[in-house]
C-alpha cells in the first residue's frame, strides 16, 4: 500500500490530516453500473462515463499537479494533495516569486478552513483561518467531488437534473449544504464544474462569488475518469489558476 509522505513544510495539524485524508478505502466494492440508475440522466451519463464497471469505488485520492497560479502575475506551480470528498482536503503547493520559492498549504478537515503561505519557507506571504476561510474552504470541498467520481453515489449527495445537459448536486460539508453544478456533455464528458461559493476575490468582504472550473481534458486512473486539464477562477474577476494533473493515486 502507497502512502504519500507529508510536505516538510506543513504545519502539525496539516501533517495529521494529510495522512488521515488519504488512508485506504476499506473493503470498496466493485462499481455495478446499475447503481448509477436512479440518478437524473446527465448525473447518471457522468457517472457511467467516469466510473469503469469493476472498478473499485476508492474514496480518497491522491492528485500531484503542476502548472501556474495567478499572485499579481502568472507564476509557474506544482502541488501535491490529498483529497477526500465530504470529509477534506489538503493542498500543498511550491510557487516562485521570481528566483525565491513559496512553499505553502490550502487545507478543510473538521469544520476547519486555514491558509498557510511563506517564502523561503520562513517568511509570511498569506495566511488565514477563521469562519470566512473556512466556509469558502468548504465550498472548494464541495466542488472537487468530481476528482472523486465514487463520492457522487454517497447517498448523503443529493440529485437533481436543470436540462438534458445540467445537473445539480447538493453536497452536504459539516452540517452546510452546497450547491454544485455538472454541465456534462451527450458523450458523458465532464466540460464545467460552477458554484456560489464565499470568497473575498477582489478583496473586499466576504460574500457569494460565482466560481467554477473548465475541464478542457481528461485522463483515467485506476478506472477513473476525471478533469486532467483544468482552468478556474472567480467570476467576474476571472481565471486564477491553470493546472495539468502528472499523477493520480485512488485510495
Given at each position: 500500500m502507497t502512502v504519500v509522505?507529508?510536505?516538510p513544510h506543513l504545519t502539525e495539524q496539516a501533517r495529521q490530516d494529510w495522512e488521515l485524508l488519504q488512508?485506504?478505502?476499506?473493503?470498496a466494492p466493485a462499481f455495478d453500473p446499475g447503481q448509477a440508475d436512479l440518478l437524473p440522466e446527465p448525473?447518471?451519463?457522468?457517472?457511467l462515463h467516469a466510473i469503469a464497471p469493476g472498478a473499485a469505488l476508492s474514496r480518497a485520492v491522491v492528485l500531484t499537479m503542476r502548472g501556474t497560479i495567478k499572485l499579481g502575475q502568472w507564476r509557474r506551480f506544482y502541488a501535491t494533495q490529498v483529497l477526500l470528498p465530504l470529509e477534506g482536503y489538503v493542498w500543498s503547493a511550491s510557487a516562485w516569486l521570481g528566483p525565491a520559492p513559496v512553499h505553502g498549504f490550502d487545507r478543510y478537515r473538521a469544520g476547519a478552513g486555514e491558509m498557510r503561505w511563506r517564502l523561503l519557507n520562513t517568511f509570511p506571504v498569506m495566511s488565514g483561518s477563521g469562519p470566512d476561510i473556512t466556509r469558502s474552504a468548504a465550498g472548494r470541498l464541495a466542488c472537487e467531488i468530481v476528482m472523486a467520481p465514487a463520492a457522487a453515489l454517497d447517498p448523503r449527495v443529493r440529485?437533481?437534473?436543470l436540462d438534458e445537459q445540467h445537473a445539480v448536486a447538493?453536497?452536504?460539508?459539516?452540517?452546510e449544504d452546497h450547491d454544485v453544478?455538472?454541465?456534462?456533455a451527450p458523450d458523458g464528458r465532464l466540460e464545467r464544474v460552477t458554484m456560489s461559493r464565499w470568497g473575498n476575490p477582489d478583496g473586499t468582504t466576504y460574500r457569494e462569488?460565482?466560481?467554477g472550473i473548465e475541464?478542457?481534458?481528461e485522463a483515467t486512473f485506476d478506472g477513473f475518469t476525471i478533469p486532467a486539464r483544468v482552468r478556474g477562477g472567480w467570476w467576474p474577476q476571472g481565471e486564477f489558476i491553470r493546472f495539468a494533473l502528472d499523477d493520480v493515486l485512488f485510495r
Open positions: 509522505v507529508a510536505p488512508r485506504q478505502t476499506r473493503q448525473a447518471r451519463r457522468w457517472i440529485w437533481k437534473a447538493t453536497v452536504p460539508i459539516d452540517g453544478t455538472l454541465t456534462i462569488h460565482l466560481f475541464c478542457a481534458d
